[in-house]
């Protein structure tokens, strides 16, 4: 089994680029989530998904978008990337919070 | 503020010695989850505690949950250069969808 795969693993954006992050997964689990990681600060929660249709804003939403439209699909969208944004972008799923995630290998994002 | 504290942040010690990680809070948890992370991959579920008082073993490492469910500790016996790595606890409040919050981290370095 594949898990979760996030695509690209790295990338490089100027200030004001969009991209999206993709982030698939084929375990059938409802519950998706959107982390970025900086050095020190452990994991924010951007956006989180409980179903297909399904979003929510978490700690950190600004400057980010997200859509559910499939079980295995939760795309992250970076409408005006900022220096700010810079970081490390981990995409997890879940059967429930309780039994833990299972996470991608990451995105690691510049921004300059 | 992070609700969830780690400590200590970094840790590095000669191979066979033993050591304890702690995750503190002030708030209740229905859960409790450790990770570990390598250099460029995503996080890995260790465990899952969610019974106050509840002690798991796994292998060399030991993990509690308080009995009051606002912390925990990771305890790992004669440590190898294979533990290596950082270490994330995380926890989940009731009713909060699934969503995890994660404490800052703790960098393990076993030297041999």
């Known amino acids: 089994n594949a898990g979760v795969t996030q695509t690209p693993k790295f990338r490089i954006l100027k200030i004001g680029q969009s991209m999206t992050l993709q982030c698939t997964q084929d375990?059938?689990?409802?519950?998706m989530y959107w982390y970025r990681q900086d050095p020190g600060m452990g994991l924010k929660l951007i956006y989180y998904?409980?179903?297909?249709?399904?979003?929510d804003k978490g700690e950190v939403p600004n400057g980010y978008n997200v859509s559910r439209s499939t079980t295995e699909d939760f795309p992250l969208r970076l409408e005006l990337a900022a220096p700010s944004q810079t970081s490390v972008y981990f995409c997890?799923?879940?059967?429930?919070?309780?039994?833990?995630?299972?996470f991608g290998s990451g995105t690691r994002l510049t921004v300059v | 503020t992070q609700l969830l504290e780690q400590s200590p942040q970094f840790l590095s010690i000669q191979e066979g010695e033993n050591l304890t990680v702690y995750c503190n809070s002030s708030?209740?948890?229905?859960?409790l989850q450790w990770y570990r992370q390598e250099p460029g991959e995503g996080p890995v579920l260790l465990v899952t505690?969610?019974?106050?008082?509840e002690v798991k073993k796994l292998k060399r490492l030991t993990f509690q949950f308080g009995d009051a469910r606002k912390d925990s500790s990771l305890h790992i016996t004669a440590a190898q250069p294979g533990d290596t790595g950082l270490y994330l606890c995380?926890?989940?409040?009731?009713?909060?969808?699934?969503?995890?919050?994660f404490g800052q981290g703790t960098e393990l370095s076993v030297k041999p």
């Open positions: 995380a926890g989940e409040r009731h009713n909060q969808g699934g969503k995890l919050i």
């Open positions: 375990m059938n689990h409802n519950y």
């Open positions: 998904s409980v179903g297909a249709g399904i979003t």
């Open positions: 708030s209740v948890f229905s859960s």
């Open positions: 505690v969610v019974t106050g008082g």
């Open positions: 997890a799923s879940s059967i429930d919070g309780n039994y833990g995630y299972t």
